[in-house]
C-alpha cells in the first residue's frame, strides 16, 4: 500500500461509458488525482470504465492493493447507476435501505417537484434505489439527490463512492475527507511537503538536462507541460529537505521562473494588478475574446478588469478600438503595430492602466510565407509608457494556436505587473 517514497498509495476509478466514446471529457479523475496528490497520496491509477457491472468490479480489483480508492459516478436512479451495488459485492456485503437517507432525498424531490410540477411520490419512489447503501457504509449527504458512501473494505481499500457531476462530486469532497475511515487513514498519511516550480518557455529538455548534474536522493522529480507552462514537482521522503535542490533549479533558468511555490499564472497575474492598483482593459482578435475570459473566470475579478473588444475584422479593429486603417494597409492586421494599437485602443477607451493587444494568423488557411500559421503578436501597454512585445510562431492546429496565445498573453501581462 506504500508508494516510491514511503507514501500511502490511492488510486480513482472514474464510471460512464460517455467518457469512453468521447461524448464529454473526464473531469473527475484529473481533479480528484489532484486533491490526493495534495494530501500527501501517491495515485497509483485513474482509470475509466464503462457503465458495465463486471467493467468496475474489475477496476477495482486491479486497485484493491491501494490504500484508498475514490470512485465517480453510477449513483443515479436509472437502472445503469450500479456503483453501489458493485461495491458492496466488493466489500462483500449486501445492500441495505437507509432510511434516514431515504427520508433526506425525498425532501429534495419533493420541494423539486412542487417547483416544477412533476410528480413528487412518483420521482421518491424511481429515487428510492439511491437510498440502498452497502451494509455498513457511511452515507455523505448528497449536494443533488444522489448521496456518497464511504465503504471499508476488509483486508482492501477503504472506498469512498462519489457522484458523476463534477459539482456535486467537488460540493462532497470535504465531507468524504471528514468521515471516520478517511479521517482515520489520513491520520496515518505523511504530511504533503512537496514544492512545485513553474516555468514558461523552457523546454523539457533543459530541466532533464540539469537534473541529471543534481543530488535527487530521497525526492521524486515529475515534470509535466500544463497550459504552455513546465511544472516541476519536488516530493521528497520523510526527513529530505528538497530546499537545495529547487534552488539549484531556480538559479539554473530564473530567467523562465514563473513561481517558486506553484501559485498559478492567473494568480499572479491578479494579486501584481491588485498591488498595484491597476485595470486591464484587452483588444483581441484571433483570440476572440478568450484572455478577457480567463481573466474574468477568477472570483473578484470586477476590481481589476475593466472589459475587453473583441476587434476580429479590420474595419472593427477601426471602428472598436481606433486601429487606423492607413496601418493596416501598410503593415497588415497581424503586424507588431497593429498588435500595438490593439492595446492602446483598448487601454484608453476603457480608461484602463493597462492594455493586451493580440493579432495573429490562427489557421489553418490564411498563412503567407512572411506571416505562416501559428505567427501571433502580442503587445502589452501601460499608461506610463511600458511596452512590451511579442511575435512568436506558435505551434499546433487552430484552437492549439489560440490558447497558447492566451497563455502567451498572460505571461506578457504578468511580466508587465512585475515590473
Same mark, same amino acid.
Given at each position: ?200 518557455? &523552457?523546454?523539457?529538455?533543459? /530541466? =532533464? +538536462?540539469?537534473? $541529471?548534474? @543534481? ?6 522529480? %515529475?515534470?509535466? !507541460? ?18 537545495? &535542490?529547487?534552488?539549484?533549479? /531556480? =538559479? +539554473?533558468?530564473? $530567467?523562465? @521562473? ?6 498559478? %499564472?492567473?494568480? !499572479? ?28 473566470? $477568477? ?121
Amino acid at each position: 500500500m506504500s508508494g516510491s517514497v514511503g507514501r500511502p498509495r490511492a488510486a480513482v476509478v472514474v464510471t460512464g461509458s460517455e467518457l469512453l466514446t468521447g461524448a464529454i471529457s473526464d473531469r473527475n479523475g484529473p481533479w480528484v488525482a489532484e486533491h490526493l496528490g495534495e494530501l500527501g497520496f501517491e495515485v497509483s491509477h485513474v482509470l475509466v470504465v464503462g457503465d458495465r457491472p463486471a467493467d468496475l468490479a474489475d477496476a477495482l480489483e486491479f486497485v484493491r492493493g491501494a490504500a484508498l480508492v475514490v470512485t465517480s459516478g453510477g449513483l443515479g436512479p436509472t437502472a445503469d447507476d450500479l456503483t453501489a451495488e458493485v461495491v458492496a459485492s466488493f466489500a462483500g456485503v449486501p445492500l441495505e435501505l437507509d432510511e434516514p437517507m431515504r427520508a433526506h432525498i425525498a425532501g429534495i424531490l419533493a420541494a423539486w417537484a412542487r417547483r416544477t410540477g412533476f410528480d413528487g411520490p412518483a420521482l421518491e419512489e424511481a429515487n428510492r434505489k439511491q437510498a440502498m447503501v452497502p451494509r455498513g457504509a457511511t452515507a455523505l449527504a448528497p449536494v443533488g439527490t444522489a448521496p456518497g458512501l464511504v465503504v471499508t473494505v476488509p483486508d482492501g481499500p477503504v472506498v469512498v463512492v462519489l457522484p458523476g457531476p463534477p459539482r456535486e462530486l467537488q460540493g462532497m469532497w470535504p465531507a468524504a475527507l471528514a468521515a471516520a475511515p478517511v479521517a482515520e487513514l489520513l491520520a496515518g498519511v505523511p504530511a504533503a511537503r512537496s514544492r512545485s516550480l513553474r516555468y514558461f518557455g &523552457l523546454p523539457e529538455s533543459e /530541466i =532533464a +538536462a540539469t537534473l $541529471r548534474d @543534481l543530488d535527487t536522493t530521497g525526492i521524486e522529480v %515529475t515534470t509535466c !507541460l500544463r497550459r504552455s507552462e513546465l511544472e516541476v514537482d519536488l516530493r521528497p521522503e520523510p526527513g529530505v529537505s528538497t530546499d537545495a &535542490l529547487a534552488d539549484a533549479l /531556480i =538559479a +539554473a533558468h530564473e $530567467r523562465h @521562473l514563473v513561481s517558486a511555490d506553484g501559485t498559478s %499564472t492567473d494568480a !499572479l497575474v491578479a494579486a501584481g494588478l491588485r498591488d498595484k492598483g491597476w485595470t486591464v482593459a484587452t483588444g483581441e482578435s484571433c483570440t476572440g475574446g478568450m484572455l478577457a475570459s480567463r481573466l474574468i473566470d $477568477r472570483a473578484g475579478s470586477s476590481a481589476y478588469v475593466d472589459g475587453g473588444v473583441v476587434a476580429y475584422s479590420n474595419a472593427a479593429k477601426t471602428a472598436l478600438l481606433g486601429v487606423p486603417a492607413d496601418l493596416i494597409e501598410a503593415r497588415g492586421a497581424v503586424s507588431p503595430e497593429v498588435a500595438r494599437a490593439l492595446a492602446d485602443g483598448a487601454r484608453e477607451r476603457f480608461g484602463a492602466d493597462v492594455g493586451v493587444g493580440i493579432t495573429g494568423v490562427a489557421g489553418p488557411d490564411g498563412g503567407t510565407d512572411a506571416k505562416p500559421v501559428g505567427y501571433v503578436c502580442f503587445c502589452v501597454t501601460t499608461a506610463d509608457g511600458l511596452v512590451l512585445a511579442r511575435d512568436p510562431r506558435l505551434p499546433g492546429s487552430r484552437s492549439d494556436v489560440r490558447e497558447r496565445s492566451t497563455d502567451t498573453a498572460m505571461h506578457l501581462l504578468l511580466r508587465a505587473v512585475r515590473g
